[in-house]
Structures are given as C-alpha cells and as structure tokens.
C-alpha cells in the first residue's frame, strides 16, 4: 500500500475517499441496514409530530418552520426507504419499531404539552440525536462499499443541520434559563430514553447512572394516546381570524379594477394560504395506512401552500405595509377540521384546485400580477401557479383514483364544500368578529406608498363572504 499510486497521483476511488478508509471493515449489509432503519424511523416519527403540531401552534413562523421540517423529514423518509430497498432486505420492515425506547422518546415529544417542551425535545434532543447517528454512520461503514448510504446521509446532514440551526435560534428567544430549568426533569427523561437504547444509532453501550441496563424508562406526558389538536390556531398578529368581510375573488374578477390595487387581494389570499397547511396537516395524521408515497406528496404539498403564505406576507413587507392591519381569517381550515372526515376535507382541497387551472383561475392571477408592474407579484403568481399545477396532479394521485368517475370526484368536493357550515352571522351575534371591512384602510395604506391619491370607487369596495364563497358561487349553507 506504501507504494501504489494512481495514474499521474489524480485521486483514486472517483475522489469518494483515500485507499485507506476503503481498506476498512466498515459494517455489514445487515449492519448497515440496521441502523438506516433507526435514522428512518426517526424522520419519520419527526415527520409525524411536526405535522400533527402545526395547526394548533400560534406562532406564524413556528406553523411556517414546521411545515418545511415535515417537508424535509418526509424527503428523507423516501430516501431511506429506498436505499433500505436495495439492500436484499425484503420484507423491508420499515414500519416496525427499531427499539421500545425511541418509541418512548418520540411520543413524549409529540405529546409535549407546550411550545417550549415541544421545540426542545425536537430541535435540542432529536435532532441532535439524528445528526449524530447520521454521522457515525458515514464515519463507520466503508465509504466505497456503502457509498449510497453514505451520499443518502450526507444530504440528509444538510438539512438536520439547517433545522438545528433554526431550533437554536429560536430557542434562544422564547426559552430562558428559567424556563429551560422548569423542563429539567423531563429533558433528562429524554437523555434516558436515548442513553437506554444506545443513541439513536444504537451504537453507544445502553444505560446511564440514573438509569441502568434492563430498566425501562417511564413515561410522563405519553401514558395515555396522544390525540392530536386540529383546531387552528394563530398569533397575535392575526387579531380577527373569523373576519370575512374582504371578498378577495370578487374584486379580483372584477373588470372594473385596475391590476395594481388587485395586487393587494392576491398577497392577502397568498398569506391566508397558512389555513391550507393547517388543513392538510389533519388530513395527513387523519389518514393512515395509505403507502408512504401519499404523506411525502402531500407533505411537499403542504409546504408548497407555507411558502405560498410567505410569498403574501413577503409581498406586503415589500409595500412597507404591516400585514397585520389585514385580517387574515382561519375560518376554511377550523371549518374543514372541524366538520368534515379526511376525505371530505380532501375532496373540498382537490375540487378548489382543479378550478384554479381554467383560464380564470392562476393563469389570471400572473396576468394581473405582469399588467400591475409589481414584479414580485408577477414573480410569485408565476410559481404559484407552477405550484398549483402540481398540486393538481397529486389530487389526481391520490384523491381522484378513489373515484371510477373523474366528474363524481368533483361533484363530490363541490357537495362536501357546500355542507360546510360557515357561521357568518353567528359569529357575529357571539362577538367573535364584527367582520369590519378593512379594506378602505389597507387600500389607502398602500396608496400613500405609491404617492397616488386613493379611488373613490376601489376605496368603496365592500364585498364581503357573506353570501359569495371564494369559487365565487354562492354558501347554501351559510348561517
Ligand atoms: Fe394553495
Ligand atoms: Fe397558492
Ligand atoms: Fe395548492
């Protein structure tokens, strides 16, 4: 080995590693797929509790991370299964619990009965743990001969690494010392049940000083099954999330109005997009034994409709306008979690989005976006049709094929939206909301930045969704 060389010293072995660390032992086939089980399960157990936390999670921009950590996970998930797949591995068994102690660990962080818990346990203990597992792996298996795997880890290090770095700045804002100390014990819960199994690659030797081989750990906040919280709910910042006083469509398809001040309808229902990530999150933990194919299509999805609400929120901050002053409502996703079964819910997600796709629908919005000379609307329209495309053709994956019948599918989210009761006028005599039009003041907001003086008719403009639904036809069942 002293002595051998490459051609002309170029690096050997495609540049993968030196000729030393191929020389290794590494870990067998059954090691190796061992242990990518464990990392596989931990994806997907953080691709669960992100998801199933989304919606009852206040914080905007946790709701944001969350829909994009699901994401991620999801994406490793597939990858995994696949390289598992290539390893003469059948039956793959890739639903099995790797080990009873991350079993604990992950369903006391999904049972986590608060932000703070809950952004620890993912970004401070889980995700760390999958790093370092994701780590040894590349560090112990032979880089030639299990270079998939190693590719497969690498990628994945990237994005638990982005996640982490998200964790740990925003625990450094919402969780101080004290509070840190408050969770100490369960924190150290969390410790035991990684020590008991070894660390998540289950390498390390099993047991710790407070807890020692053979002693299982107890659970706390997972005695009992977690049932999961699908009633959305929102920060601050959304003061009036029953408001439905802004008809956005109506103006939109109103020839009578000019692109510009349309531009201000299509950010505000670009950042009420956050009610869609809401609403496929209990679609999502609502529908179970479907292949895992469904959960990553419809988790990209629902990242997709996050990034959607950003480009809004974005759009506004670009205007210098505070967002806060328009009254983004939650009311389609409460209703949809709340009234209807999964496929109900998403029979009424497939029939909006085939409706988008006519010439009327995104086509329209990037026209309106082109013809307002406010390029970031054009820019985001554009993908959010490009978006919405896709999104049509998982409807066709996954909702359609339920139905012989490509019209009864539609006609069938047509009549699951149509029994959607929206309580308009209840909320009102509740003192929910007063549905105050606040349009006249986002519209002349936005004409002080652009040094025009208001119009008249467009400041007028007082539609609201009283009786007209976002397809434009009319609520039946409007109370
Ligand atoms: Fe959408
Ligand atoms: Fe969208
Ligand atoms: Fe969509």
């Known amino acids: 080995m002293q002595t051998y060389q490459s051609y002309k010293n170029i690096p050997s072995l495609a540049g993968i590693c030196t000729m030393r660390d191929a020389m290794k032992a590494g870990l067998s086939v059954e090691e190796c797929v ?27 921009e946790l709701k944001m991370a969350f829909s994009l950590h699901a994401h991620y996970c999801a994406e490793h998930v597939t990858a995994l299964r696949k390289r598992v797949g290539e390893m003469r591995e059948p039956p793959l068994g890739l639903d099995a619990i790797p080990d009873t102690h991350l079993e604990i660990f992950f369903d006391e962080i999904l049972a986590a009965p608060t932000t703070e818990e809950l952004l620890l346990g993912i970004y401070e203990k889980a995700l760390p743990a999958l790093k370092g597992a994701l780590a040894v792996h590349m560090q112990d298996t032979n880089r030639l001969a299990d270079h998939p795997s190693v590719r497969i880890c690498k990628f994945a290090l990237l994005e638990v690494n982005e996640m982490i770095d998200f964790g740990k700045k925003t625990i450094e804002q919402l969780i101080d010392e004290d509070a840190r100390h408050e969770h100490a014990a369960w924190l150290n819960l969390l410790d035991d049940c990684l020590n008991a199994a070894g660390r998540l690659s289950g390498t390390a ?4 000083a407070r807890l020692q081989p053979g002693n299982s750990v107890q659970r706390r906040q997972s005695v009992q099954p977690y049932k999961p919280n699908f009633f959305p709910k929102r920060d601050k910042r959304f003061p009036d999330p029953y408001n439905m006083a802004v008809n956005a469509e109506v103006f939109l398809y109103d020839e009578k109005f000019p692109p510009a001040p349309k531009t201000l309808m299509m950010f505000y229902k670009r950042l009420r997009e956050i009610d869609v990530p809401e609403m496929m999150a209990s679609i999502i933990a609502e529908t179970p034994g479907k292949p895992w194919a469904y959960y990553a299509d419809m988790t990209r999805q629902l990242w997709d409709e996050a990034r959607h609400a950003m480009m809004g929120e974005v759009g506004f901050v670009a205007l210098g306008i505070d967002w806060q002053k328009v009254m983004v409502n939650f009311t389609w996703s409460m209703a949809l979690n709340t009234q209807l079964k999964p496929i109900e819910r998403h029979a009424v997600l497939y029939y909006i989005e085939q409706g988008l796709m006519p010439k009327n629908g995104k086509r329209f919005e990037w026209e309106v976006g082109l013809a307002s000379h406010n390029p970031l609307s054009a820019l985001f329209q554009d993908y959010d049709w490009a978006d919405e495309v896709l999104h049509a053709r998982i409807g066709r994956d996954w909702y359609l094929k339920e139905f012989d019948d490509p019209k009864k599918a539609v006609q069938y989210g047509d009549e699951c939206w149509s029994k959607v009761l929206m309580g308009w006028e209840t909320w009102r005599e509740k003192g929910l909301t007063q549905h105050r039009n606040w349009w006249p003041d986002l519209y002349k907001e936005a004409c002080a930045n652009w040094n025009i003086e208001p119009d008249p008719e467009i400041l007028a403009y007082n539609t609201s969704y009283q009786t007209v639904r976002a397809d434009l036809k009319n609520f039946s069942a409007s109370a």
């Open 34 to 60: 061992t242990r990518l089980k464990r990392c596989h399960y931990a994806f997907k157990r953080l691709h669960q509790i992100l998801t199933a936390r989304l919606t009852a999670e206040p914080i905007y």
């Open 205 to 208: 030797q099993p047991g710790t």
